[in-house]
């Protein structure tokens, strides 16, 4: 009875740890990855050959160094080679991009969603636009998958959108219905869009080395993904992070879940414009018009803009009480939000939260903007190729 891993495991273990050093981290050289893996240089020597082998990294000379001697080679991810596919389904648009190995986004394209769109009517929209972004691929590309954020609550097994109240969602098979516009032979995964962004922060944004962060997204709705002790916090399902329906006003606004008083009638658009007397309006632009005309004095978007961003504070306490994180993300209109009220949200905050977990948290905005959702969804993807660098064609 054997007991352990196998010698083949172990290569594989180790490869999967070197690609994603590399992935994360970009070029590297032999002596870093040495270091860094606690691997010696002829096991190291030895997987890179391996890698670039199957087209996976490339070796080459450091382009400068100032030590004397023979220069350790340097390890580069093939980004422009191994790639991933990733969409993002918003309220009001669709995304898609191509995003190869290290993280780079090397194509996009953005359309209009009209509200009411189902998945069905999506998926051939976004799989067109991947298909287009192909025709530029080369012939030698390896795709390793596709990735979709999504904001609603995501089925982790199969991509199911249980519930999407902003997109009007109920089980509404999105992984399903890209599959089958890809093909079998292109595997597609499927995430909570602040899941997603929360991932691809950690991994190479804001929250890169934190291992306990909470990234806020908004859309129309309010959601977030959650980094605890270094892994990503989905609940049992994939259904966690669903932090815009904490009830914060007993019988307050109706909220689009079907519940009264959820945090998301109070920071989301709808509560948002509501407060502002621009009830007719919608989307991002018109959230953006409320902040201008509150910095240019109009009294009723002050009014609106301070409102928020004490609740927003009032909920972030509470999250900060709960989860004791090293940092707080605003992302999507969240971002747009503490950027307009961040003196609201410190001083509602600072009244809150406990001390011990309030004297070390930071308050952030993306690093990688609007791409934190495409750069994780693509995460997604990678996730196969890193598990087992040579088990992916």
């Given at each position: 009875m054997r007991v352990g891993p196998s010698q083949d495991e172990i290569r594989r273990q180790n490869l999967g740890a070197l690609l994603r050093h590399v992935h994360v981290h970009g070029a590297t050289s032999r002596?870093?990855?040495?270091?860094?893996?606690?691997?010696?240089?002829s096991t190291i020597g030895a997987l890179t050959t391996d890698l670039a082998a199957a087209g996976l990294v490339s070796e080459g000379a450091p382009k400068e160094t100032g030590r004397a001697g023979r220069p350790s080679l340097v390890v580069r991810p093939e980004s422009a080679r191994v790639h991933a596919y990733a969409y993002s389904i918003e309220v009001d648009r669709l995304r898609a991009a191509r995003v190869g190995l290290g993280g780079e986004v090397l194509d996009r394209r953005e359309l209009e969603r009209p509200r009411g769109l189902t998945a069905a009517e999506a998926a051939p929209l976004l799989a067109g636009a991947g298909k287009e972004m192909h025709q530029a691929v080369p012939a030698d590309a390896i795709c390793v998958g596709a990735g979709?954020?999504?904001?609603g609550m995501v089925r982790r097994d199969d991509g199911l959108v249980r519930l999407g109240p902003t997109t009007g969602w109920v089980d509404e098979p999105i992984g399903a219905a890209i599959g089958a516009e890809l093909g079998p032979d292109l595997p597609v995964s499927v995430g909570n869009v602040a899941d997603v962004a929360a991932f691809a922060e950690h991994a190479r944004g804001a929250a890169a080395g934190c291992d306990n962060v909470i990234y806020l997204y908004g859309d129309v709705g309010v959601g977030a993904g959650i980094i605890a002790g270094g892994r990503r916090l989905t609940g049992h399902g994939g259904y966690g992070g669903e932090v815009g329906h904490m009830v914060v006003v007993r019988d307050g606004a109706r909220c689009e879940c079907g519940s009264r008083g959820c945090w998301e009638t109070e920071i989301g658009e709808h509560g948002l414009l509501r407060a502002a007397g621009r009830s007719d309006a919608r989307g991002r632009d018109a959230l953006l018009a409320v902040f201008d005309a509150a910095d240019r004095g109009d009294a009723r978007a002050q009014t609106a803009v301070r409102q928020a961003g004490d609740w927003l504070g009032f909920?972030?306490?509470?999250?900060?009480?709960?989860?004791?994180?090293?940092?707080v993300i605003f992302g999507g209109t969240m971002r747009d939000l503490y950027l307009a009220a961040a003196a609201q949200v410190r001083s509602r905050l600072n009244s809150i939260a406990l001390p011990a977990c309030?004297?070390?948290?930071?308050?952030r905005t993306p690093k990688l903007g609007d791409d934190a959702p495409l750069i994780g969804a693509a995460e997604l993807a990678f996730e196969r190729l890193l598990a087992d660098p040579l088990d992916v064609g």
């Open positions: 002596a870093e990855l040495t270091t860094a893996l606690g691997l010696n240089r979709v954020a999504v904001c909920g972030v306490a509470n999250l900060v009480n709960i989860f004791n994180p090293e940092m309030l004297e070390h948290v930071r308050l």
